[in-house]
């Protein structure tokens, strides 16, 4: 056989294993203009589509309807997690959202304040599930619970209206703590906190009122606090997280 032969045959089965690999780059080859596929939005879907994560914090601005508040402590009841307010911002069933509007959870239970035996009260959302808990004040971040509060000690809030201020307790009785930080409308149920030796914080309480002619909070302890809703709790004790 002559060489041109041979030349001629290496040429068309270059040219054939070149057509082959034109084809396949055209069966799986993405065109350039291509795009992502939408998500679906419901059943497996989802897989692909993740709503995005977001935390409730202590301090964080929450809104039920027109009302206002702020987040005191986060935690859980048998692994679900939840944040908690004070009880005259309760809303039975009620939607919460974040500052720019964002679905956070809703009402699951809670306790108006003066009512009954109870003068403080609580309120306890149940987080949606792409929404973490976080115990950190910022700086700072809730270490540990401080029971056992004292007069002339130092302690600070975050509330949603005020932000951070700090002052000095005044008084100290089994169900409430006086002192004199300052503080306005929104602030209720917001963090109160002591600074601890790691100078992290200790959670004291949450906000629940304010003097009218005078600067200083009303504060409920975190001994009453946890004891209300504990007994209030059908599926087990309410647990702080801390860092």
């Known amino acids: 056989m002559s060489s041109q032969s041979h030349s001629g045959r290496r040429a068309k089965v270059a040219g054939l294993l070149a057509a082959v690999a034109a084809a396949v780059?055209?069966?799986v080859g993405v065109p350039a203009h291509a795009q992502a596929l939408p998500c679906l939005?419901?059943?497996s879907a989802d897989l692909f589509c993740p709503r995005p994560q977001l935390s409730a914090f202590p301090g964080q601005q929450i809104n039920s309807g027109n009302s206002r508040c702020s987040v005191g402590v986060t935690g859980d009841i048998a692994g679900r997690r939840y944040a908690v307010t004070a009880g005259h911002c309760y809303k039975p069933g009620m939607t919460v959202t974040d500052r720019g509007g964002t679905r956070l959870g809703r009402y699951e239970f809670g306790v108006p304040d003066h009512t009954g035996t109870d003068e403080f009260g609580f309120g306890v959302i149940r987080l949606s599930d792409n929404v973490n808990t976080s115990a950190s004040l910022g700086g700072q971040s809730l270490e540990s619970i401080n029971f056992n509060p004292q007069v002339g000690q130092e302690l600070c809030k975050v509330g949603s209206t005020t932000g951070r201020?700090?002052?000095r307790i005044t008084q100290v009785t089994p169900r409430h703590i006086y002192a004199d930080l300052y503080g306005d409308h929104g602030d209720s149920g917001g963090v109160v906190y002591t600074i601890?030796?790691?100078?992290?914080?200790a959670f004291v309480g949450i906000v629940i009122a304010k003097f009218e002619r005078r600067v200083g909070l009303i504060i409920e302890p975190a001994s009453v606090?946890?004891?209300t809703i504990n007994r209030h709790s059908t599926d087990g004790p309410f647990r702080i997280h801390t860092r």
């Open 25 to 27: 780059g055209m069966a």
């Open 41 to 43: 939005g419901s059943g």
């Open 165 to 167: 201020t700090c002052g």
């Open 196 to 201: 601890t030796p790691t100078g992290q914080a």
């Open 225 to 227: 606090l946890l004891n």
